[in-house]
């Protein structure tokens, strides 16, 4: 005789998506009756992404941004099953682990969790491989919509980002930390990691000629991000952190890449700074 199916968690996982055909089957899998509602936003994918979804039965909703606040995740948590309280947000290419689904099992057993967020750690995976050690990395994924909101930074000008809230978090009363985490596993070429890093860095650029919306960024950051966001010599700090504080070393090859890309991000970010800065002295002269 087999153990009854337990009970939906009491949340909705919400998967914003773009083009996320490679990685969607498994997401949504990974979720798909464990609670109480999976919903794909799709910002007008020209691939598979909403058919497989439906497939599989996750609701998806449709969505198109306006150029103004709310981005996308806080439009989800303003209109998107606005009856479930808490939201764990999970990108087109995440899974929970079995051991963040027995976490938030306890976490809600109790009723309702007492922070206004969490904090989830990230596993991540680069080159074809998890990394145990150069990268670590939090996420505010879990939040209760009552209690969290998605600061409006001024970032509406920057490009780079467009419809998705940048490099920041959503800003909550009290804010918990979980001890399992959402593995980041993309199936895409590593192509499109440089492709989305590029524009990324547009963003982070525009920030650094724009201080009074950076600061308003590094407020929205998690502790970890506050820090690096001001350390100098960004590129090499990012290097020697990943690869040798962090011993991304023990990650092989694929330690050593990521340790190089980051810090290759890093220094377009420097660059078009300069840059920025340079055209805009010349054009004020």
């Not at 994918?45 to 909403?50: G, Y």
């Not at 449709?62 to 209109?79: E, I, S, V």
Request: hydrophobic share 40%; net charge neutral.
């Amino acid at each position: 005789m087999t153990a009854p199916a337990a009970d939906p968690l009491p949340l909705a996982v919400i998967i914003p998506t773009k083009d996320e055909a490679e990685n969607i089957a498994r997401t949504v899998s990974s979720v798909l009756g464990r609670v109480e509602a999976v919903v794909v936003v799709d910002s007008d994918s020209s691939d598979a992404t909403v058919a497989i979804a439906r497939d599989l039965g996750a609701q998806v909703v449709a969505y198109a941004w306006d150029g103004r606040y709310p981005k996308k995740k806080q439009w989800c948590l303003d209109r998107v099953r606005p009856e479930i309280p808490w939201v764990l947000f999970l990108d087109g290419d995440e899974t929970p682990s079995a051991e963040l689904l027995a976490e938030l099992r306890e976490l809600f057993a109790a009723g309702p969790p007492p922070a206004g967020a969490y904090d989830i750690p990230l596993g991540y995976w680069f080159g074809g491989r998890r990394l145990r050690h150069g990268h670590t990395i939090v996420k505010r994924a879990l939040v209760d919509r009552t209690r969290c909101r998605f600061p409006e930074v001024g970032d509406l000008d920057a490009p780079g980002m467009g419809e998705q809230e940048g490099h920041y978090q959503p800003v909550a009363d009290v804010v918990g930390r979980l001890r399992s985490p959402i593995e980041h596993e993309d199936l895409d070429p590593v192509r499109t990691w440089f492709d989305r890093h590029n524009r990324y860095s547009d963003w982070e650029a525009w920030l650094e000629v724009h201080p009074d919306v950076r600061e308003g960024v590094r407020l929205a950051k998690t502790r970890q991000g506050q820090v690096f966001h001001r350390a100098p010599f960004k590129p090499l700090v990012s290097f020697a952190y990943a690869y040798l504080w962090k011993r991304g070393f023990l990650d092989g090859r694929a330690g050593f890449d990521y340790a190089v890309a980051m810090s290759f991000y890093r220094w377009q970010i420097g660059v078009k700074a300069r840059e920025a800065r340079r055209l805009g002295r010349a054009t004020s002269s």
